[in-house]
């Protein structure tokens, strides 16, 4: 288990900001989520002995990486530590297999020859091993890193943002070798990205970053699929964000009623903790948003609202349209269901949304 | 039709030109009513020289802008157009070597001063120079600075004082080089070298002053005669040639003598060979 | 035609580089890879050099070595001898006129290595030692090869140190900026012309053999 409780004050930059965590991270993977700039790097950073925090104490199990009362800082040298930055970092000097064997050079030549062989079969890249990373692919690179990452049997593998530029599949045959080498290997993985396909993709945890701070620890559902805050809603892929004032409570229907853009239209989200009279946001994604072209009756959907298409904008297997009800919607629907409904600018349509598709931002 | 617009600025641009031409008319007749001499000097005049311009300027009303180096630097620089009016050489072949290639004035050529050569040894040696040039052969004497004989006269008048003493082949050794007299005095000044062949006059400045030495006797070697020259381009002839005279008033003397420089008969200063 | 001097001047030149890269090296990686208060002083320090006149610097070296500079005690009581008019004084004194030539590309080249290269050396378990001769050095190697060229080329052309503290000594401290300046004080215009001639053709060979094999070699002052 890696126990992380530090604080970190940034001076540099347009605002200040205090990277502030407390956080444990047992074996298996745990995904850092959050904007660009909450400190995710510097956290991992931290960890690995390259920055030093402020306060504070880091420590793997029984061993004390950092503690700052005791002034006690162990070089990122002794913290048998893995960390694969953003931009891989790979030797551009030394061939692939020597880039990999770099990390082995206390051992035995012979058990040098063992690890790298093997790391490079867990991630498949022998043929490549008298290559120089700059012959190499973007994939073939990531996967050179994560070998020369692993092959030194770390305690902790820290992963920034590993997978950025790759197309899908790619992706996906990557973190299938990953997770087969976690499954033998039960270590603490952190592994920082600001991509929500990635964070379902791994699957087992979240830590949320938001301006420094840890704001929630959870599965990826619960955290993810109802944000808390504004900066992790945009980050999740939450379209529309819609400043709101709540208008009335209703707590027998759980519900409370809330008006969008200036009570240019009302609709119900589920019931929350803010007053009547406050200002607060209204987080929904443009996918649960449901279209049709005749007033619907009996639906189980609370907020029925008419509108004007604005705009159809096609974007490869999904079609985006802004609707005006009332305000301004983002709504994604496919290909077919444009066709199927004629769907374009200036038609008069209903927007159906699910009162547990709205939440409460702050 | 004037138009009474452009005349304001006309105005001005010429107000403006008239102001810069009154300014830059004002820094120029400085030099203008004030002459000026510029002057080439071997590098051991720079402590009486200042003196004689001072004295000079006080009853001329004209100023003297001296430049102190290497005699032969300044010959290949005379050469190439240098824009002096004297020449104050350390020796007499170097203002020859004007003449012959008619850049200097062949009658102005005029004996200033003797020089002379003494051996040198800074304050807290604990050797005693007065014992004659058999000192240097002391084993706490470890360099011994001289001019350059290559084309310094001091220098050269220093290698002839030793071999004329039969230890030139001992001391070689030791020997080391100064571009010009006065950087063979910096040498041993600063303690680098332990003792120097130097001239007379350059005792006397404030850092040399505290020093001991032992004036070698003139026989020695062939005499160090240094002579001026008027350069045969320059603009200010009559000037120059007013102070060459002045070198041989009695009050000009008298500051050279108290510099260290000794003087030629008075009728001697004009003969020369050539 | 003075051969001497202009072997003189040549193996000045190599002793001088060969000795300032093992000085400049640490100089440059401590400059380049810590933060610290006083740096900026070192930092000018090394740049003097460039902007004091050579005979100021070669003044106050001549000072320095004498019997009452510290450097100049030091020598004697260790070797009996002063330290001023040998080669190894001149030496140490165009070291100091040609640090700056030596440091700057190396900071140069030092700084502009992606830092995540050393950080993934340390991380990897490599000590700094390590991560200066298996990262750090053969990434930088431009970077040193101009810093040798440099203050080759800047030592061979040295005059003003070299008048100072060198005493004129054949073989010994005659570079051969010395021999042409002689030259021409003594009027030999022939002779200065010659030598001159020779040691611009050498030069001009050298560095273009080094410029041509190697075409990552910098101009003075690379940009960043």
Request: neutral net charge.
């Amino acid at each position: 288990m890696l126990n992380v409780k530090i604080r970190k004050l940034f001076r540099s930059d347009a605002q200040p900001f205090v990277l502030d965590a407390n956080v444990s991270f047992p074996p298996g993977f745990t995904v850092l989520f959050g904007p660009s700039g909450a400190g995710k790097s510097t956290l991992l950073d931290c960890i690995a002995g390259l920055q030093q925090p402020d306060s504070g104490e880091i420590c793997l199990g029984e061993r004390v990486f950092f503690d700052a009362a005791s002034n006690l800082s162990l070089p990122p040298q002794r913290r048998e530590l893995a960390y694969v930055f953003q931009s891989l970092a790979l030797f551009p000097h030394l061939s692939v297999e020597q880039n990999i064997r770099y990390g082995l050079d206390r051992l035995a030549a012979s058990e040098q020859t063992e690890r790298a062989n093997t790391a490079a079969r867990n991630f498949r890249i022998e043929h490549l091993l008298s290559r120089r990373p700059a012959e190499l692919s973007g994939g073939e690179k990531q996967r050179v890193a994560l070998a020369r990452a692993l092959a030194t049997s770390p305690r902790v593998l820290l992963l920034d943002e590993p997978l950025t530029g790759l197309d899908s599949s790619l992706r996906r045959s990557i973190l299938e070798d990953l997770h087969a080498w976690n499954d033998a290997n039960r270590i603490p993985i952190l592994y920082v990205t600001h991509n929500r396909e990635e964070v379902d993709a791994i699957g087992e945890r979240v830590v949320t970053l938001v301006n420094g701070r840890v704001q929630e620890t959870g599965t990826p559902r619960g955290v993810l699929d109802a944000p808390r805050s504004i900066e992790l809603a945009q980050s999740a892929g939450f379209e529309n964000v819609l400043p709101a004032v709540v208008v009335e409570h209703r707590p027998a229907d759980g519900i409370m009623r809330v008006s969008l853009d200036h009570a240019a239209c009302e609709i119900e989200i589920p019931l929350g903790e803010a007053e009547p009279g406050s200002e607060v946001r209204v987080a929904i994604r443009a996918g649960d948003i449901l279209v049709a072209t005749e007033p619907p009756h009996f639906l189980s959907a609370r907020n029925i609202l008419p509108g004007t298409i604005v705009s159809v904008e096609t974007r490869g297997a999904m079609v985006a349209l802004q609707v005006k009800a009332g305000t301004v919607f983002q709504v994604h629907v496919t290909p077919g269901a444009v066709r199927a409904l004629d769907l374009s600018p200036g038609l008069l349509v209903w927007l159906v949304i699910k009162t547990h598709s709205c939440h409460l931002v702050r | 039709m004037r138009n009474p617009n452009r005349t304001p600025s006309r105005l001005c641009s010429g107000r403006l030109l008239r102001r810069a031409l009154f300014l830059l008319s004002f820094f120029l007749s400085s030099r203008v009513h004030a002459q000026t001499i510029r002057i080439a000097a071997a590098s051991d005049l720079q402590f009486a020289l200042p003196d004689l311009a001072a004295q000079y300027e006080k009853q001329s009303g004209v100023k003297l802008a001296i430049t102190y180096g290497s005699s032969g630097n300044f010959v290949a620089q005379i050469q190439n157009g240098a824009p002096f009016d004297l020449f104050f050489s350390a020796d007499v072949s170097y203002p020859h070597q004007l003449i012959v290639a008619q850049l200097a004035d062949v009658s102005s050529l005029q004996i200033y001063a003797v020089g002379h050569l003494v051996l040198w040894l800074p304050p807290d040696s604990p050797l005693d120079p007065s014992a004659g040039l058999k000192t240097l052969l002391n084993p706490r004497i470890q360099k011994i600075a001289i001019a350059n004989p290559d084309h310094a006269p001091y220098g050269r008048a220093a290698i002839a004082v030793l071999r004329e003493a039969g230890l030139y082949d001992q001391l070689k050794p030791k020997l080391v080089f100064g571009e010009n007299i006065a950087q063979a005095a910096q040498f041993v000044q600063t303690g680098n070298a332990q003792a120097g062949l130097l001239a007379h006059s350059l005792t006397f400045s404030p850092a040399m002053k505290s020093g001991k030495f032992w004036t070698i006797p003139v026989d020695n070697y062939p005499s160090v005669e240094q002579a001026a020259v008027l350069i045969t381009a320059s603009p200010n002839k009559e000037a120059a040639i007013s102070f060459l005279a002045f070198l041989k008033t009695p009050a000009a003397r008298a500051i050279l003598e108290r510099y260290g420089f000794f003087l030629p008969p008075p009728a001697e200063a004009t003969k020369h060979k050539l | 035609m003075n051969t001497e001097a202009l072997l003189l001047s040549f193996r000045l030149a190599a002793t001088v580089s060969l000795f300032l890269l093992v000085l400049a090296l640490p100089l440059a990686y401590v400059i380049s890879f810590f933060q610290w208060r006083g740096k900026f002083l070192v930092e000018s320090v090394v740049a003097l050099p460039l902007v004091l006149p050579p005979t100021v610097l070669g003044f106050y070296a001549l000072l320095a070595m004498g019997p009452h500079g510290l450097l100049g005690k030091i020598w004697q009581s260790l070797f009996g001898h002063p330290l001023a008019f040998t080669f190894t004084g001149l030496v140490l004194a165009s070291m100091l006129y040609s640090l700056p030539f030596a440091v700057q590309p190396l900071v140069a080249s030092f700084e502009s290595l992606d830092r995540r290269l050393l950080d993934a050396s340390a991380i990897l378990g490599a000590d700094r030692a390590r991560t200066f001769l298996r990262i750090i050095l053969p990434l930088a190697w431009p970077g040193v090869l101009t810093a040798l060229v440099l203050s080759f080329a800047h030592t061979l052309g040295e005059f003003g140190v070299v008048l100072m503290v060198g005493g004129n000594l054949p073989g010994i401290t005659r570079t051969v900026s010395i021999d042409i300046y002689d030259r021409v004080q003594a009027l030999d215009y022939a002779a200065a012309h010659q030598t001159a001639l020779l040691l611009l053709l050498i030069s001009f060979v050298v560095l273009s053999i080094v410029y041509g094999v190697n075409r990552r070699v910098w101009s003075p002052w690379p940009a960043k």
